[in-house]
């Protein structure tokens, strides 16, 4: 079968279809706020993914309490380095509220790495945040403890909401003086869990001389913490969080569940990039038994610092574990200068126990995103082979903001290398985009009877590789990208294979093709118009108004 594409050239006002039995069922998110990309500079800032700072955008926190979203992320550069505050009711309309934190002027106050927790104090379950770095409170000594100086024992900052009955949780009360018996430069503390006897034994974890030490509350007040187990994990944590339930498992998939938590973690070399291990822990004895190597879930070198959600309130019913991380801008050798910095998508994490001998965590774009699709660019279906097919045209500015979706048909006899170029220049020039290259090979590295996927991205920054299986059972290659105007998003094999990554858009026209070096792959795929997110930061607003930079 010969490929059949069919193109829906877009203008500003209408979709013409060069198929009169073609139709479209396009999904556009309503428009109630003013959205992102109507004020932000054209063609330099992100239009559907959040906003973050150069050097140190690392994300504090993510939660759900009540039905409203609440994202946490450091701001404004050193030394004033504080805690922005953004909420949304649905993950795509946000709204950027008073900072959380703000820091003062010496070295010592400056806000840094934390996480949130769902606590119980006074007999309210209320959230609960803790961060290292004075932020704006000094409290005075030589000793470093949550970076900060301190008397050998005190450092970093603890608060909650003032009002739980205001939905945006706007103003938090700092609490303390608080103090980490033991310290000695703990960093990055982690949510606070619930075990031992009775789970009446409040603990977190952090870094510490280049592993993950636990601590325990000496009271109720969650002021006062103790180190009770230096060596709780071998590996160094990385990013926030650093420890949450195992998630649920990929759809269909049952059984296979012996870890009960996933830790967030640094693999030596990746400055906090999204890896994880998994853990089976001892709740009561509050050890773990058993524990995997770390594993990489996004390979793009620019992806550090994220945190994984949590859940709280008397709504609670979202059980999804959802990931954001911070991407900086990353080349072929690692971080070069920062220019217009964002976050990743945020994505849903699975564990998949088929993915080697301990399973593996997978994730993808939250649903929410679908919601995102306008109109459709374009479409195709039938056979590859060696000469590069075109999948779509990319002639409008507005058509770099984009969500791709492909099936790759591929007979469980044929070894074969499948080639695909996204916002490239010209068809089979493409120094300008993004290169994917799949070489699928019959080796079953990854389980019995299953295919060898390796996947090499290109784009003018960064080379980077990643491997996963194609099992049996399945009849085809998953992917999508989702592109914005200075990133791309790649997801293969149903979120085994991830990459995140700038790619700057600067020609007018560009071009998505596909090869293959078999003659027996078939593909089905669309590519759908993105619409803006919704983000709403009144201080941005009025900076623009004033006719301020």
């Known amino acids: 079968m010969s490929l059949k594409i069919i193109f829906a050239q877009l203008s500003a006002l209408a979709v013409s279809v060069m198929d009169s039995k073609f139709k479209t069922d396009a999904h556009i998110h309503p428009k109630n706020t003013i959205a992102i990309g109507s004020f932000l500079s054209a063609n330099t800032n992100p239009t559907w993914h959040l906003p973050a700072i150069c050097g140190e955008g690392d994300i504090n926190a993510l939660f759900r309490f009540n039905g409203i979203w609440h994202l946490m992320q450091q701001t404004n550069p050193r030394p004033h380095r504080s805690i922005a505050h953004s909420v949304s009711p649905d993950l795509l309309s946000w709204s950027r509220i008073a900072d959380?934190?703000?820091?003062?002027?010496?070295?010592?106050?400056?806000?840094?790495?934390?996480?949130?927790?769902?606590?119980?104090?006074?007999?309210?379950?209320?959230?609960?945040?803790?961060?290292?770095?004075?932020?704006?409170?000094?409290?005075?000594?030589?000793?470093?403890?949550?970076?900060?100086?301190?008397?050998?024992?005190?450092?970093?900052?603890?608060?909650?909401?003032?009002?739980?009955?205001?939905?945006?949780?706007?103003?938090?009360?700092?609490?303390?003086?608080?103090?980490?018996?033991?310290?000695?430069?703990?960093?990055?503390?982690?949510?606070?869990?619930?075990?031992?006897?009775?789970?009446?034994?409040?603990s977190f974890v952090a870094i510490f001389n280049n592993v993950t030490a636990?601590?325990?509350?000496?009271?109720?007040?969650?002021?006062?913490?103790?180190?009770?187990?230096?060596?709780?994990?071998?590996?160094?944590?990385?990013?926030?969080?650093?420890?949450?339930?195992?998630?649920?498992?990929?759809?269909?998939?049952?059984?296979?569940?012996?870890?009960?938590?996933?830790?967030?973690?640094?693999?030596?070399?990746?400055?906090?990039?999204?890896?994880?291990?998994?853990?089976?822990?001892?709740?009561?004895?509050?050890?773990?038994?058993?524990?995997?190597?770390?594993?990489?879930?996004?390979?793009?070198?620019?992806?550090?610092?994220?945190?994984?959600?949590?859940?709280?309130?008397?709504?609670?019913?979202?059980?999804?574990?959802?990931?954001?991380?911070?991407?900086?801008?990353?080349?072929?050798?690692?971080?070069?200068?920062?220019?217009?910095?964002?976050?990743?998508?945020?994505?849903?994490?699975?564990?998949?126990?088929?993915?080697?001998?301990?399973?593996?965590?997978?994730?993808?774009?939250?649903?929410?995103?679908?919601?995102?699709?306008?109109?459709?660019?374009?479409?195709?279906?039938?056979?590859?082979?060696?000469?590069?097919?075109?999948?779509?045209?990319?002639?409008?500015?507005?058509?770099?903001?984009?969500?791709?979706?492909?099936?790759f048909f591929i007979p469980s006899d044929v070894e074969t290398q499948l080639r695909l170029e996204l916002n490239c220049e010209a068809v089979g020039a493409c120094d300008n985009g993004t290169v994917v290259l799949f070489t699928v090979t019959n080796n079953d590295l990854f389980a019995e009877r299953s295919r060898n996927i390796s996947m090499d991205i290109t784009t003018p920054h960064e080379k980077v590789r990643t491997n996963f299986p194609l099992f049996a059972s399945e009849t085809k290659l998953l992917f999508r990208a989702m592109s914005d105007r200075n990133s791309i998003e790649i997801f293969a094999g149903g979120g085994r294979g991830v990459y995140s990554g700038i790619n700057y858009h600067r020609q007018k026209n560009s071009f998505i093709s596909a090869n293959s070096s078999s003659e027996d792959v078939d593909i089905q795929c669309?590519?759908?118009?993105?619409?803006?997110?919704?983000?709403?930061?009144?201080?941005?607003?009025?900076?623009?108004?004033?006719?301020?930079?």
């Not at 000594?141 to 608060?159: D, I, Q």
């Not at 669309?526 to 930079?549: C, F, H, M």
């Open 100 to 202: 959380v934190f703000e820091a003062g002027d010496n070295q010592n106050q400056q806000c840094f790495d934390g996480s949130p927790s769902f606590v119980t104090l006074d007999g309210s379950r209320t959230p609960f945040l803790m961060m290292d770095g004075g932020c704006s409170k000094y409290q005075g000594g030589t000793l470093p403890c949550m970076e900060s100086l301190g008397n050998g024992s005190t450092g970093g900052v603890t608060a909650i909401p003032v009002d739980l009955s205001d939905k945006n949780l706007t103003k938090w009360n700092r609490r303390g003086p608080t103090t980490f018996e033991g310290c000695q430069g703990a960093a990055g503390p982690s949510p606070i869990f619930e075990g031992g006897r009775n789970n009446s034994v409040l």
């Open 214 to 407: 636990r601590f325990e509350a000496k009271d109720d007040t969650l002021t006062n913490f103790k180190l009770v187990d230096p060596y709780f994990l071998p590996n160094r944590g990385g990013g926030g969080g650093l420890w949450h339930p195992l998630p649920a498992n990929v759809e269909g998939v049952e059984g296979g569940r012996w870890a009960s938590h996933i830790f967030q973690t640094d693999i030596p070399g990746t400055d906090g990039r999204p890896s994880f291990l998994l853990a089976a822990l001892d709740r009561k004895r509050l050890v773990n038994t058993r524990i995997t190597p770390p594993m990489l879930l996004d390979v793009g070198r620019g992806v550090a610092y994220g945190q994984l959600n949590l859940e709280g309130g008397p709504e609670t019913h979202d059980t999804r574990m959802i990931h954001i991380s911070w991407l900086d801008r990353a080349d072929a050798f690692g971080r070069s200068p920062c220019t217009e910095p964002q976050t990743t998508s945020f994505r849903e994490v699975r564990y998949d126990p088929r993915l080697g001998e301990n399973g593996s965590l997978v994730e993808n774009p939250v649903a929410e995103y679908y919601d995102l699709r306008g109109d459709l660019i374009s479409k195709a279906i039938g056979a590859l082979g060696p000469d590069l097919k075109v999948i779509a045209i990319l002639n409008d500015s507005t058509t770099y903001l984009y969500d791709f979706e492909a099936n």
């Open 526 to 549: 669309q590519v759908w118009k993105l619409s803006p997110i919704e983000y709403d930061d009144t201080r941005l607003l009025r900076s623009q108004a004033n006719g301020s930079s």
